[in-house]
């Protein structure tokens, strides 16, 4: 390659090569760290990050009733299920599911009556239909999202539509008989 | 550059000889769309629309800087300045109305060129790189389009930020995190508004570098033309100016005459009305769509409902419609046959008209509620706009026998001249797009 300038005849590398090559190297790793500050000024700011967690007072939520709250400016739903919802949830077959989950799996142990979910489709985060009353619950009567068709079961888990996962289960716990807390 | 009988630039007076020696700009408008631009002869009315486009581009730019100065870019905010706009601002609902109405018809004018170009094979070579750059400038368009319809922060704001944004939570892994990168926060909030303000103001501009670079690599080889035959001598062209900025002129008449009486006499009947009711995180509305212009590419989004090959339905349908745009830039190789006009074409004519035709299928689905029968009628015509490109194009280019081409633009034109005939009626003549 003696064609090729800073390369001696014999193929050797030159001090020049070392110096062209340093030098670009240097170059882009100081052009990546300063992209690093512009790209990350764009993630959620401390402020955001800071909204936690929210509590929410369960006491006047009835069987078979819903609420809305926020928590990290998305909606969740607290649903009190009816002995029917649970029972038509128990009965499905799991091989038969989108994405297999128990409604034990989705409740707290001795709380299965209460199904907190986001209230985010997991398709393109439209808010699910169901939570309200006189809403349309879908086929499978638990949630229904209007933006692209998706239908939730009573245990808020995809059934039909483009969804790939059940509604979301945020991170609670009770913290007493009427309070819990989200996050 | 352009052709060797082009005109060339000659400062008559001393100031514009002195201006021409130092700083040549009235050379470069008379070589760009001066006299000193020859243009084929016989191109129709539907070459104006690549003028049009620009137009609609500065009103767009013009309009929006001016609602920039009375905007404010904030959640609390945000809707009540629109109002501000249309109720207290001196004639702040008439350029709001044409600033909304100026992308709803910027649009109209682009898939009109972009059919056109289609029509006549404008992508073929040695045109690859103008089709490329105008894919480039609609996908722009597209995404400034967006972060627009977010600014008023109403329903439809709200939930096609929602929605759009969590298009990229389908990517594998990452999805999520690039989610909240981009709105700046768990949902959309005031990160989304501003972010989406500042780059809603910037990216026109960017689309105005485009434009620049796309008619410089236009002005290389020059526009195509109805019958799709190379310029050959002076005899096949006239200059640009004033022959077809005459032209220009009379179809911008009309462009703006339409413009007008939309945006004075059914300034919402392209909008949606939800959209004049604030922003609520915790209820969407029943029926949300995207604004008319991105209804096809939702339509085929929204097609895919069940997994394949171990992709999930909601990615399959992000890739089919990134897809759908992005194989625009691979039509010049898709398409083999050196005949560039359609009005040669016997065979791929037809399925050119099909494709018209299914576009606008998509779009009325685009429009219709998740159910059936639109589902399944959005499936095949998603099918079909696939197939039209990946399949049917490639083999109708190989086995089609187009018709005889003329010798010369100037033949052409003359043969219709002589004959006083209808062209469409004419084998070899000049061709209409509507035959």
């Given amino acids: 390659m003696a064609s090729v300038p800073g390369t001696s005849d014999s193929g050797e590398v030159r001090r020049r090569d070392f110096i062209y090559i340093a030098t670009g190297a240097f170059g882009a790793v100081g052009v990546g760290a300063v992209a690093v500050p512009f790209i990350n000024q764009m993630n959620p700011s401390a402020d955001v990050r800071a909204m936690a967690t929210t509590e929410v007072d369960i006491s006047a939520i009835e069987e078979g009733m819903a609420i809305k709250t926020i928590w990290q400016s998305k909606p969740v739903f607290v649903k009190r299920l009816t002995a029917a919802e649970i029972a038509e949830a128990n009965k499905v077959d799991l091989a038969s599911l989108r994405d297999p989950e128990t409604l034990a799996d989705r409740t707290k142990p001795g709380k299965t009556e209460w199904l907190v979910t986001l209230g985010v489709c997991t398709h393109l985060g439209c808010v699910p239909l169901g939570a309200g009353q006189g809403e349309s619950k879908g086929d499978f009567n638990g949630y229904f999202c209007p933006c692209h068709g998706s239908h939730y079961d009573t245990a808020g888990r995809i059934r039909k539509g483009p969804a790939p996962y059940n509604l979301v289960v945020p991170p609670y716990e009770f913290t007493s008989d009427t309070i819990v807390q989200i996050g | ?435």
């Fill in chain 2, 1 to 435: 550059m352009s052709f060797p009988w082009a005109q060339k630039y000659e400062p008559q007076s001393p100031l514009m000889k002195w201006i021409d020696s130092r700083l040549p700009l009235p050379r470069l408008v008379f070589d760009a769309v001066g006299a000193g631009y020859p243009v084929p002869r016989n191109i129709n009315i539907w070459y104006n629309f690549g003028v049009l486009a620009g137009v609609a581009l500065m009103v767009q730019i013009i309009t929006g800087v001016v609602l920039a100065m009375h905007y404010s870019a904030h959640v609390s905010t945000a809707f009540e300045s629109i109002e501000h706009i249309m109720r207290d601002v001196n004639s702040g609902w008439l350029i709001r109305y044409l600033h909304m109405n100026g992308a709803s018809f910027f649009f109209i004018v682009v898939y009109i060129h972009i059919f056109r170009g289609l029509y006549y094979g404008s992508y073929k070579a040695p045109r690859e790189v103008v089709w490329m750059l105008g894919v480039v400038i609609l996908l722009l368009m597209m995404a400034t389009a967006f972060m627009g319809y977010v600014l008023p922060w109403g329903q439809m704001s709200f939930w096609g930020a929602q929605v759009i944004t969590s298009l990229f939570s389908a990517i594998p892994l990452v999805g999520e995190p690039v989610r909240q990168w981009l709105v700046g926060g768990f949902a959309p909030d005031n990160a989304t508004i501003t972010r989406f303000f500042s780059l809603h103001y910037i990216l026109p501009f960017v689309i105005l570098g485009v434009v620049i670079l796309k008619i410089w690599a236009l002005h290389i080889p020059g526009s195509t033309n109805p019958t799709g035959v190379d310029v050959k001598g002076p005899q096949d062209t006239l200059p640009f100016h004033p022959y077809f900025t005459a032209k220009d002129f009379v179809s911008l008449c009309v462009y703006l005459f339409a413009f007008a009486a939309v945006s004075f006499f059914l300034p919402n009947s392209l909008g949606h009305p939800d959209n004049y009711i604030p922003a609520n995180p915790l209820s969407t509305p029943a029926h949300i769509v995207p604004e008319w212009y991105l209804l096809p590419f939702y339509a085929i989004l929204r097609a895919f409902t069940v997994d394949l090959f171990f992709i999930q339905a909601k990615l399959w349908g992000v890739i089919a419609m990134f897809a759908s745009i992005l194989l625009l830039l691979f039509l010049p190789w898709l398409d083999s046959s050196k005949v560039r006009s359609n009005a040669y074409r016997p065979l791929y004519r037809i399925f050119f008209w099909i494709l018209v035709v299914d576009v606008l299928v998509l779009g009325y689905i685009g429009a219709m509620p998740a159910e059936e029968p639109y589902v399944r009628i959005g499936q095949l015509a998603t099918m079909y706009y696939f197939a039209h490109f990946l399949i049917i194009l490639p083999i109708v280019s190989a086995i089609e026998k187009p018709l005889p081409l003329p010798n010369s633009i100037a033949e052409a034109v003359l043969a219709k001249i002589n004959k006083g005939m209808p062209a469409a009626t004419q084998p070899g003549a000049i061709a209409q797009p509507a035959e």
